[in-house]
């Protein structure tokens, strides 16, 4: 098996969309009714795919405005970027605006993904309406950039990550730990 390749990825939104919840469905496959993060977190989770490690590391930022300086700091040297947005709150499918323009002024290169939250909490047409209207709204972005996902049940969370992995526009380039090694055991070399 080839050594891990990292991909790092961040969770961006406004306060409250459920950056918090996503991650930990996603980590411990758990919900619970979070109040809003002051503080970032990480985590890493390694997925198998074709003979290849994939390591995940996923950013869990503070939405809120206070903390946004702080959540700049994360943007380095991130692979992809989910801007979530919550379903109930159109405000904040608004709000991606601001973290789509602070993510390309910092991490050009970071693949998006718009990323909406507690699907369960409407019927079909509801849903099938506000993502037409988040498509509308990200017209420039490809039409596979854009999933529906539920913490609470769990709806979308790991299509999403399984996505990501095998998503070919992620630039694996970011050199995997064996390579990385023997690429510094070569230039220690002299002759």
Avoid at 95 to 100: Q, R
Avoid at 111 to 140: C, G, H, P, W
Avoid at 160 to 174: A, K, Y
Wanted: some cysteine; aromatic content about 10%.
């Amino acid at each position: 098996m080839e050594s891990d390749l990292k991909i790092k990825v961040i969770l961006l939104g406004d306060v409250s969309v459920g950056k918090t919840c996503l991650y930990q469905r996603y980590f411990w496959d758990k919900f619970e009714f979070m109040e809003p993060s002051v503080k970032s977190d990480n985590n890493s989770k390694v997925v198998n795919r074709d003979d290849t490690e994939f390591r995940l590391e996923v950013w869990d930022t503070a939405g809120a405005e206070q903390y946004r300086s702080i959540t700049k700091l994360h943007y380095r040297n991130s692979d992809v970027a989910l801007l979530l947005f919550d379903m109930n709150d159109l405000n904040s499918l608004e709000g991606l605006d601001y973290w789509e323009s602070e993510l390309s002024m910092n991490e050009p290169k970071c693949i998006k993904y718009i990323v909406a939250t507690k699907s369960d909490t409407l019927v079909e047409d509801e849903q099938e309406n506000i993502m037409r209207r988040a498509k509308s709204k990200f017209y420039d972005y490809p039409k596979n950039n854009f999933f529906m996902t539920s913490a609470r049940n769990g709806q979308g969370i790991n299509e999403l990550f399984d996505f990501l992995i095998n998503d070919q526009r992620i630039p694996l380039n970011n050199h995997s730990l064996s390579s990385i090694q023997q690429s510094n055991d070569s230039n220690n070399k002299c002759c």
